[in-house]
């Protein structure tokens, strides 16, 4: 354990589970509630109206969508790539799509490193026994 910087507040803390100082980590948890409190109220909003509504900023409302405190309520909130308002995940259908396209891409282009390599150990072996021999 050591001192390090609060990423919310810039201010020096001892390094907790939290990663936030413990007046951050307050305050957050205040918001929480009354984030919570509000959508037990409402059972549609947007992250804009949660916003509007509670004053909570919109990177706590997230954190907290994201740690899954605030499910159950039909949420809307903008696609971390495009903007798209989406209720789940982090990304709307086509930029997931799109991620699952790279990946896929990135995968088989592995693949393809991975089997040019054992062709090249393959060869390497046989050309050494061809050698021996
Ligand atoms: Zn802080
Ligand atoms: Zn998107």
Redesign the pocket.
């Known amino acids: 354990m050591g001192l390090t910087n609060?990423s919310?507040?810039g201010?020096l803390?001892v390094e907790n589970a939290a990663r936030?100082?413990p007046?951050?980590y307050r305050r957050q948890e205040e918001d929480a509630e009354t984030v919570v409190e509000y959508l037990r109220d409402v059972d549609k909003a947007t992250l804009e109206e949660i916003h509007q509504a509670t004053g909570v900023k919109h990177k706590i409302i997230l954190r907290l969508l994201h740690s899954g405190r605030i499910m159950g309520s039909a949420i809307s909130y903008p696609c971390e790539t495009c903007g798209t308002l989406i209720d789940a995940g982090r990304l709307c259908d086509k930029c997931s799509k799109n991620i699952l396209d790279q990946i896929k891409t990135d995968e088989r282009h592995q693949e393809h490193e991975k089997h040019a390599q054992q062709q090249k150990i393959r060869s390497r072996m046989y050309g050494s026994v061809g050698e021996k021999e």
């Open positions: 609060c919310e507040c201010k803390y936030i100082c007046d951050c």
